[in-house]
Each structure stands twice: as structure tokens, then as C-alpha cells.
């Protein structure tokens, strides 16, 4: 996608959120306590979707007007934030925009247009803090996918891959956790993914970890990258494993040309062998499912972009520094939320955000109801990757143009949830 094109899907979306509303789809979401069979004789007793983790897989046509019935069985006031979607803050899921929690025994109406097109997701967006059995670290997650009115298809098979993680606790600041899953089971648990050689497959991979970066292949074959955070890439990659921090997707298609019992899952033995972990069976095939040790591969975003000279930024440019203080408390520009500078744009500006990370973590930032474009990456200029979060990389930056193009107020975070909990928020505000 080019800039001109993004520049025109915008103005597209701003015109269909103006017209007048037309009749909705109503679909129903419950949240309440479940307890889930992840396999290998292990249970979990969490929050959930309607009884499941993943929740309901949404399908909407590009524009098609939603209205989602969440009702609360909970204990608590929850919230649930639509990412990557270009809606409205009181219906967007965060509270500090203005959208109203969901109280224990109520039901809240979330209505609005399904756009842009692309793999988006949903998921609670309540602070979770030290109890490490709620907000993002529960099994409040699930996928939704928005079809493109033009869509080229070219795939035979488009399979949702939900990575997550379960029961975490904090040691020596760092989140662990006894068990892991791909699409609610443990390796080895649940029904395979059964395909037919000569088929191409378009894998949806969501990583839904509270707090985790995970690098994803398929023994045996190769990924071939056509989308990121749902948006078409400048340049689609093949490549040996894709690696996404906490909230990022990837769109992936693969040619069923190896036929067997393969495993897709986390390249890290450990986290393997923890569940993050399924099975691809190729029709006929039998045995073991096989793991085959990945290539080294350095994951690069500009991969995936155009080479681009260093071009003049707007006339506006916004330093953004992230820093840490004390055990665990985070600063953007030097104050921690609540106390954060809002970040004002605006309405039709260009901008040039500056994400300067003067930390040795890595940090997977976040901007609601709004997609950017990287610009440079680590030093390295590019173009063409549009996204919504976006990791930066210790003690290095990443330069990314905003269209100011949603005005209300959007919340800006990194979505590593332990780190947002401690103040990494702000909020862009429109002038």
C-alpha cells in the first residue's frame, strides 16, 4: 500500500463514519469465569468469551455496521477494546477515552462500522497491575476479520493462529508462566490442522500474550508474508519465521508443497515444549508430528517495506522518549500516566512521531483507532508498512508518519501489559 492509498482508504473511512447509520448485525459476547481444558492434563480457571479461548471468530465485510451485545458475568467491570479498528472512542474499549465500563450483571452495546479491512482483533483493556489473572493475561481474547470489498483471495484455506500464554507470576521481573497454547490447546491437544498438498494456506497469526514476543515457523516450509497488523505490505517476503511482540499479527501464506505431520509453534525449545505449539497434518499423512530446527533469520521490518531516501519530515515532529524509573515505573517524555503530556495533533495533520526507547527492553507501543506508517527503523529508512504497534528495540529508535485522520481522543501504550500497568500511557488528544 502507498501512501497516496492510505491517504485515500482514510478519506473513504471518514466518509462512511459520517453517513447516516443503517440497519446492524447484532452479535452477543458474554464475559464470565470458565474454566478451560488446554489439554495434557491441564486446566485453567480464567475469564473468557462466551465460554471459550479464542472467543467467537467474527467475520465482517469491509463497512458492514456491528453491533456487539457484551454482557458482563464477571466480578468485575470490564471493558472490550476492538484493535486496530477505526471507531469512534466511546466504543473503542479503553476508558481514557471515554468509554464506559461494562459493570458485573450489566450489558453494554458496542456499535460501528467494520473498518479498515485486515485481521483485527479484540480484548480486555482493564489494568491487571500485580494480579497477574486479569486484563490481557485472562482468556479475554479473540479474533475478528474484517473482508476487504476487493479482496483477491488467491489462498484455499484461511486458518486464525492465537498465540497466549497462562498462569503468570512475576520472578525477578520478568513475567513466567506454567503453561502455553496455540488457539486454546497445548501441543499435542485438540484437533490438528488438516491440509491437502497443493494447497496454499493463509495463516492469520495474533499473538495474544500479555506480555510476550514470540518467533512462529512451519517445519518444513516457509512463511511468505503478505500483511502486517492486517494491512498489506509494500513488498510480501518469504521468509523461515515471523516474530511478533504482544498485539502484533501477521498474515502468512504457505504452499502445502511438503506433505507429513509438521509442527507449527514457537521456535524457542522451551516455549514449545510449554504448549505454544499445533499441528498441521497433510491429508493421509501419519506419525509423529515433526519439528526440524529453523534457519537463522534476523526479523526486519523494512524487509517488508520499499527502500526510501530520507525525505523532509512534516512540519510537525513529536519526540516520544521511554524511559524507566525506579523497580518498575515508566515515563514517556518523562512522566508517568496519569501525569502524561497528552500528544495533540491536529485534525488532517501529517506527523513524524519519534519512538526514542532509552531503555534496554524492548517495547511493543501501541496507538488506538489510528494506523501509521513506518518511516525508519534502527536508522534504516523505509516505506510501505503500515501498522498499529510497532516494537522498539532496546536503546534504539523508530520513526513513524501519523495521519491525524480519527479525532477524538486515542490512547497510546505499550501493550507489553505489565509495562502499561506501571504508567506507560498517554493520550493523543486532538487540538
Not at 459476547?29 to 470458565?34: K, T
Not at 489510528?370 to 529508535?397: I, M, N, Q, R, S
Not at 506507560?424 to 486532538?430: C, I, P, Q
Request: hydrophobic share 40%; charged share 20%.
Amino acid at each position: 500500500m502507498t501512501r497516496r492509498d492510505f491517504l485515500a482508504s482514510a478519506t473513504a473511512l471518514a466518509l462512511a463514519q459520517s453517513a447516516r447509520a443503517q440497519p446492524t448485525d447484532v452479535y452477543k459476547l458474554e464475559i464470565a469465569p470458565v474454566t478451560l481444558d488446554l489439554g495434557r492434563k491441564r486446566t485453567v480457571r480464567t475469564i473468557a468469551y462466551s465460554g471459550q479461548a479464542p472467543g467467537p471468530l467474527f467475520r465482517w465485510k469491509e463497512g458492514q455496521q456491528v453491533t456487539i451485545e457484551v454482557t458482563n458475568n464477571s466480578a468485575e467491570a470490564e471493558l472490550v477494546h476492538w484493535h486496530g479498528f477505526h471507531i469512534p472512542p466511546e466504543v473503542d474499549g479503553a476508558m481514557e477515552e471515554g468509554t464506559p465500563m461494562v459493570n458485573p450483571r450489566s450489558t453494554a452495546r458496542y456499535q460501528f462500522n467494520a473498518a479498515p479491512a485486515g485481521t483485527r482483533w479484540y480484548h480486555s483493556h482493564i489494568a491487571g497491575g500485580h494480579n497477574y489473572q486479569k486484563g490481557t493475561y485472562t482468556g479475554q481474547f479473540g479474533v475478528a476479520i474484517v473482508e476487504a470489498k476487493n479482496d483477491p483471495g488467491g489462498y484455499d484455506l484461511d486458518v486464525p493462529i492465537v498465540l497466549h500464554e497462562w498462569d503468570g507470576s512475576l520472578i525477578e521481573d520478568e513475567i513466567v508462566y506454567k503453561a502455553q497454547s496455540i488457539n486454546g490447546k497445548m501441543l499435542g491437544a485438540g484437533d490438528p490442522i488438516r491440509v491437502k498438498a497443493g494447497q496454499k494456506v493463509l495463516f492469520r497469526i495474533v499473538n495474544a500474550s500479555a506480555t510476550s514476543t514470540h518467533r512462529i515457523a512451519l517445519a518444513g516450509h516457509s512463511l511468505k508474508v503478505i500483511a502486517l497488523d492486517g494491512n498489506p505490505v509494500a513488498t510480501p517476503r518469504t521468509v523461515p519465521a515471523v516474530e511478533l511482540g504482544p498485539a502484533e499479527r501477521a498474515d502468512c501464506v504457505v504452499d502445502m508443497t511438503s506433505p507429513g505431520v509438521w509442527i507449527m509453534g514457537e521456535t524457542h525449545d522451551a516455549d514449545r515444549n510449554a504448549g505454544l505449539g499445533i499441528v498441521i497434518e497433510y491429508a493421509g499423512a501419519q506419525g509423529a508430528p515433526r519439528w526440524l530446527r529453523m534457519p537463522d533469520h534476523d526479523w526486519d521490518y523494512t524487509e517488508f517495506g520499499t527502500p526510501q531516501p530520507p525525505t523532509p519530515a512534516p512540519a510537525t515532529t513529536i519526540p516520544l522518549q521511554f524511559k524507566s524509573v525506579g523497580a518498575h515505573d515508566w515515563t514517556i517524555n518523562g512522566k508517568s500516566w496519569p501525569k502524561a503530556d497528552p500528544i495533540v495533533v491536529n485534525a488532517g495533520g501529517l506527523y513524524r512521531l519519534i519512538f526514542d526507547n532509552q531503555s534496554s527492553m524492548a517495547h511493543p507501543v501501541h496507538l488506538h483507532r489510528h494506523t501509521f506508517e513506518l518511516v525508519k527503523v534502527a536508522g534504516k529508512p523505509t516505506a510501505g508498512v503500515f501498522k498499529d504497534v510497532v516494537v522498539v528495540p532496546g536503546w534504539k529508535e523508530v520513526e513513524v508518519e501519523l495521519l491525524a485522520n480519527n479525532p477524538g481522543p486515542s490512547l497510546f501504550h505499550c501493550h507489553h501489559q505489565f509495562h502499561m500497568d506501571q504508567g506507560f500511557m498517554a493520550l493523543l488528544k486532538y487540538a
